[in-house]
């Protein structure tokens, strides 16, 4: 519907200038969060890491996305989204900087893992966007903030290799991962200085409370519940795989400290669901505000299996190029680079075909081609040839991309009035894939990796076999433009 | 040919004995399609006598009930429109009896109302006048009387309207029967008169008219010592039997989709996208058949499940039918039933005060007056309906010629309605940041004097392009924040505006909404004429005026003190 599109190049209307901010702001982000793996050649031969250390490493970038998408969440409820991104890119950005200047194993750990709060950019945007632009096309907008900013992780693949090899070997890496940090700061100035929370003179509501979902009934909470306990299993996996008697990263007395805060979280975020929802059960929920949880958990492990697929292989890649095909750092990160530049259209492209070939129909294409793609990627070898992997590689991206467009194409239409909360879940579960396929990682081989992300994505398939297309009513526009209403069983 | 209601009517009402008739009674068959979305309305009100203003109350009441009972949205049940309307003519009746040193002698009516729709009787009733229904040749009382009997001689009113903020009515819905015949009396009829000879007086008369005559003259042979009135209300023939009120129900009507220029919904065609934001889009549309241009609202699929959002349009429409003023904007009855969910406005072709302002050009002081004055009385209008605006921005008001209106009623406050509790939370709005008073983010009560602050917000900024506070007030968030502002004099950025209109721009905005002036005509009446008060600029002590430099000044002051005495204790 809806004829009109976004004029991108109008920058003097207030909306299309806030867009370009945003996207610009969440390509940063990801500039300096997927910086580490197209850099990983340089670091690992200067700190002289073994494999393990390395794999930890990557785990460690992922790990905090988690908790800190709720942090984020409710600081932007209270400050707003304008305060909020300007000092998460300042805050990562000397973080960044810290991490850049690192002069041993140990601090490298820490600033990684501080920095794993910078995944959470992306929620700011979302929220910006959609308070800038109408119904019509706030889809997509938000695409546009989507794809664009996730293109951040190509642009660092590409790039920063790049910039690192013009320097001395030794300092080359930590001066590009500087030159990202100090823009980063800049920019949260010049993000500050011109973006407004809200259009001029547009009335203020009190913003909803973006705690916990509402359910529709008992079952409905169990699930609900159910779905919760990975988020934190993930992150309680995560500390064990550090532990001593593991990987050996983490001192004992912290990883215990680690568990407590996690099965602390746990119980805070679960009594938040119960409070929000037991009242409400108990009254009974009206008709028309119910809706089908198990959409919910469908789209959440759709996520996990392509965003989370996508942010654990886009770390791996670069190494996992140069090992099996003797690349060097920067051929290894532009091969990388390919993988994820097709978000700039695969993203958008899979929220398109969701509008045109049905919502199911969509899910199934992306998840069945992106398992297949997997399948195949974990039989490359060092006799194959460099161009038949990059290709399949590609191709497989594209699958991956337009899965996670395919997601937020369905994801308002669970139940409008909830998209926010019903987008955090997704979200979170995409971030939980990349902590756990990471975190498998470190236990096997990337041919190993990649068999069992074809595998999990076989299941989702599954999975996806069950989501209900949601239904509505449509509405016909006749020839001689009358809008009329036709129901849809 | 669908199935129309068909009713006979007749109805009586006499002083009796008494000097003053306080009853008051309606009775209104609507000739359009508000007979089936809306009903037939039958009203009756005795006026309290120990009120002083009972006659007034018992109009107000029937008048008030009939006209908002018809302006409420299509789409609220009968249920929910009498009740709101009752709630909010309640409020306004007791505000009335506080002028009263006791409210028991303020403005108190009983009321009974019986609204006939499709084929169900809706009874509303709090007092002690009374509803009968005969069917079948048995005459039964359908209202229980609200009295408190102390003892046999004596017996109190316990509920009735503007005895008390909260209210209680008494509600049922019954069936109809072709050949039911429903009678509404004041205790001047029924205080006289037993059900058996109420009944007999019934069959016997050959029509109604005769049947309420007989009533009257009997109750005054009986010896009644009140006003008399008496309704009657035969049913002839049922509408049709859907339940018009299921149908209506606020979330059937689906909203309509994003529309672009040339597109037709129910007979409007759009002409252009006015505005389109995060929570609704305005269209500019003709109608087809007569021609006539208009404004479209529609709301926002952002919404498409969110039931306060939807209880908060269909509201808006309703605050537009029951505003009346020139200088704010008129909603569009439309021609045909709604398929969708929208609502129309009058098109108005003009600037808005926004692009006005814009035009970096300050406004003459005179037009702004004039501005003030117009604005005050649009705002009066909405406050005489408990209705507080929340918004008046300079985006909000458009200019018809030198005439300025008042659009937009998305952030509007009914006192009453607002309290009725729902199954959601309803939404909270808080105004636009730079033009909401103080009392919004601060979680005060709100007051017409909020929307005073507005206006002399935007008066100040017609006058010189700036606002008061600067930057800084958008951003405040606590009393500490609010506190810390320093207010600009007018004077300052446009010399041009004298001092005693910035002493009256300065007074009504106040932090503190009790300093601001305590009606909007005083004010207004503030801009017109020199208040001697304000004449001076630096009548104000500075203490008041520059704190921190009046602090400054004591303190260097007692510094110097010290230092002289310390300089005597040495050298003595």
């Known amino acids: 519907m809806g004829s009109i599109g976004i004029k991108l190049l109008d920058v003097a209307n207030p909306a299309i200038r806030t867009l370009h901010f945003a996207w610009l702001a969440f390509f940063i982000t990801f500039v300096m969060w997927f910086g580490l793996g197209p850099l990983a050649a340089f670091i690992k031969a200067e700190f002289a890491l073994t494999e393990p250390q390395w794999k930890a490493l990557l785990m460690l970038n992922v790990a905090l996305t988690i908790p800190a998408r709720i942090l984020i969440g409710m600081l932007v409820d209270k400050f707003g989204p304008r305060a909020i991104y300007a000092g998460l890119l300042v805050v990562s950005g000397i973080i960044c900087i810290a991490f850049a200047w690192s002069q041993t194993y140990t601090q490298l750990a820490i600033s990684r893992f501080l920095l794993g709060f910078v995944g959470a950019g992306f929620v700011i945007g979302i929220r910006l966007v959609s308070e800038w632009f109408p119904a019509r096309n706030v889809g997509l907008a938000e695409g546009i903030y989507g794809g664009w900013g996730n293109f951040g992780s190509a642009a660092a693949a590409a790039l920063l290799p790049m910039l690192a090899a013009a320097f001395a070997p030794a300092v080359g890496w930590r001066i590009a991962l500087t030159i990202a940090g100090v823009i980063s700061i800049l920019y949260a100035f010049v993000f500050f200085h011109f973006v407004r929370n809200t259009p001029k003179g547009s009335t203020y509501f009190k913003p909803k409370k973006s705690g916990g979902l509402e359910v529709s009934n008992w079952k409905d909470l169990w699930l609900y519940l159910l779905l919760n306990i990975p988020l934190h299993l993930a992150l309680l996996v995560l500390v064990w795989r550090l532990a001593p008697g593991n990987l050996n990263l983490l001192p004992q007395l912290w990883a215990n400290v680690a568990y407590v805060a996690i099965v602390l979280l746990a119980v805070y975020q679960f009594r938040k669901i119960l409070q929000l929802n037991l009242p409400r059960l108990r009254a009974g929920v009206p008709a028309n505000q119910q809706y089908k949880f198990k959409q919910v958990a469908i789209l959440s492990l759709s996520y996990f299996a392509s965003f989370g697929s996508e942010i654990a292989v886009v770390s791996m890649l670069p190494i996992f190029f140069m090992d099996t095909f003797g690349l060097t750092p920067v051929q290894a990160g532009l091969s990388t680079a390919g993988f994820v530049v097709a978000n700039l259209v695969a993203r958008p492209a899979g929220g398109w075909m969701s509008d045109r070939i049905g919502r199911r129909l969509a899910l199934c294409i992306q998840l069945g081609g992106l398992s297949v793609g997997y399948a195949l990627m974990s039989f490359i070898d060092a006799s194959w040839p460099l161009w038949v992997a990059l290709a399949i590689t590609i191709i497989n991206s594209l699958f991956v991309q337009a899965g996670c467009g395919g997601v937020y194409a369905v994801i308002p239409l669970i139940k409008r009035s909830m998209t926010g909360q019903v987008a955090g879940m997704a979200g979170a579960y995409g971030n939980v894939g990349g902590v756990i396929f990471l975190t498998v990682l470190s236990f096997v081989h990337a041919s190993t990796f990649f068999m069992i992300i074809a595998v999990c994505s076989a299941v989702v398939f599954v999975a996806v076999m069950f989501l209900d297309e949601p239904e509505g009513h449509m509405v016909e526009v006749l020839p001689d433009g009358t809008v009329q209403l036709i129901e849809v069983k | ?572």
């Open chain 2, 1 to 572: 040919m669908k199935a129309r209601l068909q009713v006979t009517v007749a109805q009586r009402s006499e002083a009796g004995v008494k000097p003053r008739n306080e009853d008051s009674l309606a009775i209104h068959i609507p000739t359009d399609n508000l007979l089936e979305s809306k009903g037939v309305v039958v009203a009756i009100a005795d006026g309290v006598s120990a009120a002083e203003a009972g006659r007034e109350a018992a109009e107000i009441a029937v008048k008030g009930f009939v006209s908002d009972f018809y302006s409420t949205p299509d789409s609220w049940s009968v249920k929910q429109s009498a009740h709101k309307v009752l709630i909010a003519l309640n409020r306004w009746l007791f505000g009335r009896g506080q002028g009263y040193l006791e409210a028991e002698k303020g403005y108190v009516t009983t009321f009974s109302s019986v609204i006939l729709k499709s084929c169900s009787a809706y009874l509303f009733h709090v007092g002690d006048s009374r509803i009968y229904r005969r069917r079948d040749g048995v005459l039964e009382q359908l209202t229980r009387d609200h009295v408190a009997r102390i003892n046999a001689d004596q017996q109190y009113l316990a509920r009735a309207l503007g005895i008390d903020v909260n209210l209680d009515v008494d509600f049922r819905v019954l069936d109809l029967q072709v050949g039911d015949l429903f009678l509404l009396t004041t205790d001047g009829v029924h205080g006289v008169l037993d059900y058996r000879q109420i009944n007999q007086l019934l069959t016997s008369s050959a029509t109604l008219d005769a049947a309420a005559d007989q009533l009257i003259a009997s109750a005054l042979a009986a010896g009644s010592d009140d006003n008399l009135s008496c309704q009657l209300v035969r049913v002839d023939a049922l509408g049709e039997t859907t339940d018009v009120d299921v149908l209506q129900s606020l979330n059937r009507l689906p909203f309509p989709p994003e529309l672009a220029p040339g597109m037709k919904l129910d007979g409007w065609q759009v002409i252009e996208v006015l505005h389109a934001s995060a929570r609704s889009q305005l269209y500019r549309v003709q109608h087809e058949q007569t021609g006539e241009s208009a404004v479209m609202k529609t709301p926002s699929r952002n919404f498409i499940d969110d039931a306060a959002y939807i209880d908060r349009f269909i509201r808006e429409e309703w605050v537009a039918r029951r505003i009346d003023s020139p200088h704010v904007v008129k909603r569009v009855e439309p021609p045909a039933p709604r398929t969708f969910l929208y609502y129309l406005l009058e098109h108005i072709d003009g600037p808005t005060l926004a692009s006005l302002i814009a035009r970096k050009q300050p406004l003459d002081i005179a037009r702004v007056v004039q501005i003030a004055d117009r604005l005050a009385q649009g705002l009066r209008a909405f406050h005489r309906r408990e209705t507080l605006h929340q918004d008046l921005k300079p985006d909000n008001v458009v200019m018809r010629g030198d005439d300025p209106v008042i659009i937009d009623f998305g952030s509007v406050h009914v006192a009453g309605v607002d309290e009725i509790a729902t199954g959601f939370d309803r939404e909270t709005p808080l105004g636009t940041l730079d033009y909401s008073a103080p009392e919004y983010r601060l979680q005060r009560s709100r007051t017409p004097a909020a929307d005073q602050f507005s206006l002399a917000l935007v008066l100040y900024e017609l006058l010189t392009g700036q606002h008061p506070f600067g930057a800084a007030y958008a951003r405040a968030t606590c009393l500490r924040d609010f506190t810390n502002l320093s207010y600009v004099p007018a004077y300052r950025h446009n010399p041009l505006v004298p001092l005693w209109m910035d002493g009256a721009l300065r007074r009504a905005l106040q932090v503190n909404a009790d300093l601001r002036y305590p009606s909007l005509s005083e004010f207004v009446h503030d801009l017109k004429h020199p208040n001697p008060l304000y004449l001076t600029a630096d009548q104000r002590p500075l203490l008041e005026r520059e704190p921190l430099r009046a602090w400054q000044l004591i303190s260097a002051l007692l510094l110097l003190g010290n230092l002289i005495l310390a300089f005597l204790l040495l050298s003595g």
